[in-house]
């Protein structure tokens, strides 16, 4: 997982992750509503491998490939 890359998950969702000075800020979109959630880096690399499973499962699926605007 780059810094910064957006993974394209099932239903729309879509996540990226991004350093903050000491933490991580997680950025969770779906159709241009999301969130964002400040982590210390340790919980960061956990949400990340999450995030990239989830990405896999869904482009297996065959729901995870769409790009949003």
């Not at 997982?1 to 991580?24: H, I, P, S």
């Not at 969770?28 to 919980?43: K, L, M, P, W, Y």
Request: hydrophobic share 50%.
């Amino acid at each position: 997982m780059k810094a910064g890359e957006w993974f394209y998950l099932a239903m729309g969702w879509k996540a990226k992750v991004e350093a903050r000075g000491v933490g991580v800020m997680l950025t969770v979109e779906r159709f241009g509503f999301g969130h964002n959630i400040a982590v210390d880096a340790g919980t960061a690399i956990m949400l990340s491998e999450m995030i990239v499973a989830e990405a896999v499962k869904a482009q297996r699926a065959g729901g995870g490939h769409e790009r949003l605007p």
